[in-house]
């Protein structure tokens, strides 16, 4: 295992975690996390591809921009593709998926390939930009309770109960993202030429199902489904996640 720092085009420094051996393989996660989502994960890819689990600018080993874009994320990915050796594979999910698929879409020469874990396709217009009205005043906690009620669509009583728990103040520490996440989303959902699969928790709410199956289907891309599981499988089921990356 090895960390890496690249230099993102507008000069962000972009850290990425490097293991395994084989063909590249970019990692890129969704909202409130890092490269450590993927912990579970990259153990059952490490033997087929050389992994390169990417900490998303304003994340862990990352630094940041002010007044960052989707473009600017999406970058990230081509860089950190381009550093693995082009002809990659890329595998997201939910925000990060609609990153990666961008990536592809813009440069299909270096990302070759496409896995989308349950990318986002409903969209609640202006989230974004309130987002950034939150996190630019310092209110962080707002911020966090707008995105999950708003972008995510939790009950405002669930979200309640969560800022009185501990994990509450752990996720306030990558609030100032959520303005990123929610901008990717109402970018919307790219044309993709590379080969792509989606997944699918067989869990996970009808509304976004019926999202990803529209959308792969106006791209002819397959769809896998993890029985029983919901929107984080590389936490529930990380095995047979990896599974479906790699085959």
Known sequence: MALLTLTSPDGVRLAVERTGSGPPLVLVGGAGGDRRAWDAVVPFLGDEFTVYALDRRGRGG??????SEVADEVADVVATAVAAGGDAVVAGHSSGALLALRAAAVRPDVVRRVVA???PSVVTAGVAQRLRALVD???????LTSFRTEAVGMPADVVASMRKTPQWQEDLTLAHTTAYDAAIVEAGLPEVSVPAR???GGASPARMADGVRHYAARLGAQVRVLDGQQHFAQRTAPRELAA????
């Open 198 to 200: 989606f997944v699918l």
């Open 62 to 67: 990352s630094g940041d921009r002010a007044g």
């Open 117 to 119: 874990y349950e990318p």
């Open 137 to 143: 005043a310092g209110d962080l906690d707002g911020a």
């Open 244 to 247: 479906v990356i790699a085959s």
